[in-house]
């Protein structure tokens, strides 16, 4: 292994990755970055690993699962184990400027960009007004003016609460500045099918429309070389985040080039309201889901399981995941299109978290797809959480993982 200091970042590498202005030093110091070349279209780009195992390690389920053991003692791995550090795929032309945003992290006054202001959108911009006191500005977008205008109007119009926490400010974005943000939350789309229509899946029904809608936008973020997080909330969430990562990085004959966005600039946001839907339906039956977790898309082959490990039951855990997985359609039989639950626990309440640094839940790279389960942004890149999970519920994952890589994006 090789170290060199590279505007005070640590880089690691076993062969020369290095950038041509970097300079080698004896010893690791913190931040530390391990520099890695892997295939940019189904290896992560950018993540926060807290042992010398996962740096190396395969990218499967299991990096969902505790790191095994090793007898590995050096001082590298010590240093790692004490410090952590980031691995950063060579693969992406903007990989080490966005590299650098995230080991310097804001803390707070962050600008939102949020575009699509229909029922979903409404209601994401609703929650960040109240509970977004880390941001400062929200810019929102609309080609519905008069949609741009009214909540620029009445969301600035919200009453501070008695806590004195300040409130973030609308604006109305203009088209130029999309990009000139940290967030950009995406929440448009060309239909939801409307109550009463028979389609068999209302999120998958939207995917050629939403994916050619996205394409814009996705060239956009290239063109800006756009250092922030690109937050996908329409649907269907995880293969319209894929898309867009795939589309930001080809180039005009449309073959993959790597110069747009990490994968890890692209984050899936439907897993949340999956997870508070099956909280509720567990409360309903009066199972107890203080252990109970959510996986996979948001729609078909979506996993739910009462609990990760010992004391997982399959029968139940598949009876919650149907009642979750239908949901919607229990509002929509009621006359109503659901998305306030969805506008609040998938985008609002995940994307704070995110901004906190706290487990959420949302759709992240992992082996060509993303996949939805907890994780945790750090200043060192994104973190999965790790626990035991039993072999039933892995084949469980394993089944959708497969079905979600077996989708065709030509
Ligand atoms: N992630 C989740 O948990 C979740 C849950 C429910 C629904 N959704 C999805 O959220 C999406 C939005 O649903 P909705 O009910 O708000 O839809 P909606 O029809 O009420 O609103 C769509 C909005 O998109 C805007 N729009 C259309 N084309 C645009 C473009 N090119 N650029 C920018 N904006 C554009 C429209 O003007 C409209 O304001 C849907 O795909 C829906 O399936 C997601």
Redesign the pocket.
Known sequence: MQFKRWNDICLCAERDLFPADAVSVEQPFAPLVFLVHRDGKTCRGLYAVSSLQEVGEEESLRCLLPVADSDEDTELSRFVAKNGATVLNTAFQNGFSVLQQYLTPKRGGYRVTL????????TVLTGLKLLGHEIDEIAI????TA?CDRYEMELNQVLQAEDGKPLPRVTVCREESLFDCDLFIF??????PPLGTQVRD??MA?FDA?RA?LE??ALKARQAQFKGLFCQ???P?DHLARAVFLRSNCDDSGAFDGCGLLPEQVQG??L??MAARAAYYAGKEGVDFSQGRAYGP?GQGLVVANCPDDGYDDALSCRLTELTGTA?LRVRDLGF???IA??L???AVSILRLLRGEDHYGAVPLNGVYFGCTSRMTWQGIKLYRESICNELLKRLEETHHQLRAFDYT
């Open positions: 575009v699509g202001l229909g029922d979903v959108g409404g977008f609309d080609p519905n949609l929440t448009a789309t060309r239909g939801v209302v999120r939207q939403n809608m814009a936008y909330v329409s649907d969430v946001f439907g949340g309201v948001h919607n299109k659901p998305y969805p506008g626990s998938s985008a």
